[in-house]
């Protein structure tokens, strides 16, 4: 069964620093694909950053890189110059066919 | 603009009666869910359609119905049978292929209330 594990419920970090989440995954896929969400107080999920399994190279969408592990089966996200609107439930979720399963997610506090 | 678009935002619904919650969407996506979230349970899936007048239950489809008759609708309808109906719900579409990233697209969400 393929699943996703957020093992940090709470992050902080402070405004202009930098923080890893974690995020590990099982699958038995040989071609899948991994996203970062994030949910701001607003409830709307907007896409952060998205990584093929194939692509042995990390994504970066700006300030927000990944440390993609594929024989670990790791996924984390790392935000630099973390700054106030950073501040939101982040969600790992893995792709395979169509099916997408979702982590339990991290609340990201930044601390003027 | 193309999106996704839900309604109503907030929903209150009496013990006993069935709720529809709208889901439309204009991207010309092929494949359509319906998440629930609760707190500290992150998404979890009732339902998905990846073509017309098709659909699959998902994790917890038990006291929840859906339609697949237009390519952008995918109406939910909570039941009297949903035991815990109270919840935030989140409509999502993608492409519906296979070999590419494919990612899921989310509407802004109906909270729901049952009182």
């Known amino acids: 069964a393929q699943t996703v594990t957020q093992s940090q419920p709470e992050m902080s970090v402070q405004e202009a620093e930098t923080v890893t989440l974690s995020c590990t995954y099982d699958t038995s896929e040989s071609d899948y694909y991994l996203f970062w969400y994030k949910q701001p107080p607003s409830r709307q999920m907007i896409l952060v950053i998205r990584?093929?399994?194939?692509?042995?190279q990390n994504a970066t969408e700006n300030r927000f890189s990944v440390n993609f592990q594929k024989a670990a089966k790791s996924f984390s996200l790392k935000i630099s110059d973390s700054q106030l609107g950073d501040a939101a439930m982040y969600f790992c979720a893995y792709r395979a066919r169509n099916q997408f399963y979702f982590g339990t997610g991290t609340s990201l506090t930044v601390i003027p | 603009d193309g999106g996704i678009t839900q309604s109503p935002k907030y929903l209150f619904r009496k013990e006993g009666q069935n709720v529809t919650l709208s889901c439309e969407q204009n991207l010309n996506h092929d494949a359509m869910y319906w998440y629930r979230q609760d707190p500290g349970q992150g998404l979890r899936l009732i339902y998905y359609s990846q073509i017309v007048n098709d659909f699959q239950k998902g994790d917890i489809a038990e006291g929840y119905s859906v339609s697949r008759e237009k390519k952008e609708s995918f109406p939910l309808t909570v039941t009297s049978a949903q035991k815990n109906p109270t919840a935030f719900y989140l409509c999502?579409?993608?492409?519906?292929?296979?070999?590419?990233?494919?990612?899921?697209?989310f509407g802004p969400g109906t909270r729901l209330t049952v009182l």
């Open positions: 999502a579409s993608s492409k519906g292929s296979t070999g590419s990233y494919n990612e899921q697209f």
């Open positions: 990584q093929e399994a194939y692509k042995q």
